[in-house]
């Protein structure tokens, strides 16, 4: 069951207000973290979207979007989850440093 089947204060996108908006540029993918309030301003949420540029046959761009909710409920142990994997890679996998990307100016 998904949460817009039993909480009636969840609107996707629809209804919600942006509150705060942190973009963080990697390349050719963007990552913004987004703080919406629900339709009654009584709750938040975090939206996490990856966009990613892609360029077209006829050499224009498009952008992939996926995009994933996180609710209040969720923060605490999603930000566990995420530090535990940071955290495995980089005394597991890279003796403690994470190498760093080197950007192409056609990255951006």
Known sequence: MYREDYDRNFVPEGGSEDVYSKPVRAGKRTYF?????????????????????KQERDGSFSYDKHKIFLYKEDFEKFAEGLQDAVNYIKDKCFDGVIPQREYKEEDF
Request: proline share 0%.
């Open 33 to 53: 973290f987004d703080v919406k309030s629900t339709r009654g301003n009584d709750d938040f949420y975090i939206t996490i979207t990856e966009s990613k540029r």
